[in-house]
């Protein structure tokens, strides 16, 4: 089988196993990122969200091959516990996350969002997030961490220009 | 598994006409559940990625030619698609959440001919033709043909969906999209109706398209109710007279998300509201 090569999170991968494996068992498995969760599989859940060239997508949809020679990013290319991203630090201080499993891919599409200079309007953030669903019922918290991370986006792109 | 991963439409074609009985890929939202679940392992692919041109959406003063691997994002994002198609801008907004549009295509939703497909609604209202290729040649069927029952199209051995043909409307007095489903995204819809109304200058009505999907095994334009109201005043007898023969043109089933019943009063709601404007 030809040899893949995808832009994970800045890095170049190599992949040479069949080419139908789901993207985010190759992320998972192959390559240890395994901050990206699965939830329902089945592309109704979102929980396996990452960005293909920049686009939120089902990882759990997407067979590697269609993702070959393409840019890859993953909630690792966010932040680290120890300088956690200001998307990350909007879920800690709204409480945006509870038990975990549907964040990571929150973070995704709404990382897309803040980039795309989404604004903080709740309907706005609830038709985005619509295809991440979190099973703990969190959403008000989550749309406040979006909406606090898009103003705090907002003040610090205002006070570049200053 | 064997993957056949043509780079051109022509290469495309050929290969499909030598394993007619492959599975054609597009932005695989539905094939990967399937093939997740072990469904496909024996069969061939046939993987349409590699055709960019299929992907494009064209648009002339008469006619918007949109590419079957156009995904739902791509098709929200047209111009002239958003000026003059709004239903199927509104339509592909509620395809799924986010990550499924921006992987799902036009001709993938109607090649799986699901009798709950969002886009179908519209297409049928702005009376869309499907352009079908295959190695011997291209047809084009009207929208209303292209469906021969739940999951069934009438797409012969070797033949792709190439693209989706829509004449440019004239401007209609009013417009209606409308999707009835338990959650606003992600869920499948328990009726869904698209609607066309152009009146005349007495404020008769020139002309109406009405659409239902989820309401028969594939979507249904309510051919008798179209043909009651033109030349009527849009009052509210008329639309009591238009509801009463809405089951006329639909079938309405019992199912997990919904009942007959409530799927015909809600349909039925929605047309007379549409007619009295009160939507």
Redesign the interface.
């Known amino acids: 089988m030809k040899r893949l090569s995808l832009r994970v999170n800045g890095t170049l991968q190599r992949y040479d196993g069949p080419p139908f494996t789901r993207l985010i068992d190759v992320l998972r498995e192959d390559w240890g990122l395994t901050g990206t969760k699965e939830g329902c599989g089945e592309g109704e859940c979102g929980a396996c969200t990452v960005l293909l060239d920049g686009k939120p997508v089902n990882s759990c949809l997407i067979p590697v091959c269609h993702a070959a020679g393409r840019k890859v990013q993953t909630v690792e290319a966010l932040g680290t516990p120890g300088k956690l991203a200001a998307l990350q630090e909007a879920f800690l201080t709204e409480g945006g996350a509870q038990c975990g499993i549907c964040t990571p891919g929150m973070l995704m599409t709404a990382w897309a969002y803040v980039k795309k200079g989404g604004s903080d309007d709740p309907g706005a953030i609830r038709r985005e997030l619509a295809g991440n669903l979190c099973r703990c019922t969190g959403y008000q918290h989550i749309v406040n961490s979006v909406a606090s991370a898009v103003r705090k986006q907002r003040r610090s792109r205002a006070a570049k220009r200053r | 598994?064997t993957?056949l991963?043509p780079r051109s439409a022509a290469e495309a074609l050929k290969l499909y006409a030598q394993s007619p009985g492959a599975l054609p890929l597009a932005g695989?939202?539905d094939f990967?559940?399937a093939?997740?679940a072990g469904l496909a392992n024996d069969r061939v692919?046939l993987?349409l990625?590699g055709l960019e041109a299929w992907r494009r959406i064209a648009a002339t003063k008469t006619t918007i030619t949109i590419g079957a691997l156009a995904t739902h994002?791509d098709i929200q994002r047209h111009t002239a698609v958003r000026r003059h198609l709004p239903l199927l801008v509104e339509a592909c907004a509620m395809v799924?959440?986010?990550?499924?549009q921006?992987?799902g295509t036009l001709g993938g939703n109607i090649a799986n001919a699901s009798p709950a497909g969002d886009t179908f609604p519209p297409l049928a209202v702005y009376d869309a033709e499907v352009e079908l290729a295959s190695a011997r040649g291209r047809r084009r069927v009207p929208f209303g043909s292209v469906f021969a029952g739940v999951k069934k199209t009438v797409l012969e051995p070797g033949e792709l969906i190439a693209a989706i043909h829509v004449p440019v409307p004239r401007r209609p007095t009013r417009a209606l999209w409308r999707k009835v489903g338990t959650r606003?995204?992600?869920a499948i819809s328990k009726t869904m109706a698209a609607g066309l109304l152009w009146l005349a200058r007495d404020g008769t009505i020139a002309e109406l398209r009405f659409a239902l999907g989820s309401m028969a095994p594939t979507v249904r334009r309510l051919a008798s109710v179209e043909a009651h109201v033109k030349g009527r005043r849009p009052d509210r007898e008329l639309a009591r007279e238009a509801a009463a023969l809405v089951a006329r043109d639909v079938a309405p089933i019992d199912d997990i998300r919904s009942t007959a019943e409530y799927r015909l009063a809600v349909s039925q709601n929605l047309l007379a509201s549409f007619l009295t404007r009160e939507t």
Request: proline letters at 0%.
């Open positions: 598994m993957l991963r695989g939202t990967m559940v093939w997740n692919v993987d990625a994002a799924g959440g986010l990550q499924i921006n992987r606003a995204a992600q």
